[in-house]
């Protein structure tokens, strides 16, 4: 994943006042071994450049999966919920501090939601629930000079 695409992402979900109502625990590729729920963890499972039958148009393409977690099926279906109105539909330019401009044109729903229950952690009797959804982003990374 593009650095600067995880960051965008992240910093789209913490500005959401209902993401955060519910969690600001954000993590990019895996949760960390004390993780706990409810969480959003994201990772790119896909990404590509956009190019035109004239070279390069120095937009990309990414499918990024999400997995929304929380400690009942209920949780984790919030979660997904206010994960998933802060993203798709989203356009706007997310700027960083100290790296590049990201101007995401599109997201957009790349699959159909799916619900996942993971075993206990050793020594605990608690499931940890998931709903997991691939998101297509179109977007271009423009370099601070």
């Given at each position: 994943m593009s650095a600067d695409l995880g960051l965008a992402i992240r910093s789209i979900l913490l500005?959401?006042?209902n993401v955060v109502a519910i969690t600001n625990r954000i993590y990019a590729d895996r949760m960390p071994q004390s993780g706990q729920a409810p969480c959003v963890v994201f990772s790119t499972i896909y990404g590509a450049a956009v190019d035109c039958i004239d070279g390069p148009t120095g937009?990309?393409?990414?499918?990024?999966q999400f997995e929304c977690y929380g400690n009942t099926r209920a949780e984790a279906s919030q979660v997904w919920g206010v994960m998933n109105l802060a993203l798709c539909g989203y356009r706007g330019t997310v700027t960083?501090?100290?790296?590049?401009?990201?101007?995401?044109?599109?997201?957009?729903?790349?699959?159909?939601?799916?619900?996942?229950?993971?075993?206990?952690i050793t020594g605990t009797d608690q499931y940890r629930?998931?709903?997991?959804?691939?998101?297509?982003f179109s977007y271009h990374v423009y370099e601070k000079v």
């Amino acid at each position: 994943m593009s650095a600067d695409l995880g960051l965008a992402i992240r910093s789209i979900l913490l500005a959401d006042a209902n993401v955060v109502a519910i969690t600001n625990r954000i993590y990019a590729d895996r949760m960390p071994q004390s993780g706990q729920a409810p969480c959003v963890v994201f990772s790119t499972i896909y990404g590509a450049a956009v190019d035109c039958i004239d070279g390069p148009t120095g937009f990309m393409q990414s499918t990024v999966q999400f997995e929304c977690y929380g400690n009942t099926r209920a949780e984790a279906s919030q979660v997904w919920g206010v994960m998933n109105l802060a993203l798709c539909g989203y356009r706007g330019t997310v700027t960083i501090s100290g790296s590049d401009d990201v101007v995401i044109r599109a997201v957009a729903q790349a699959s159909a939601i799916r619900h996942r229950d993971d075993r206990p952690i050793t020594g605990t009797d608690q499931y940890r629930f998931a709903n997991v959804q691939d998101l297509q982003f179109s977007y271009h990374v423009y370099e601070k000079v």
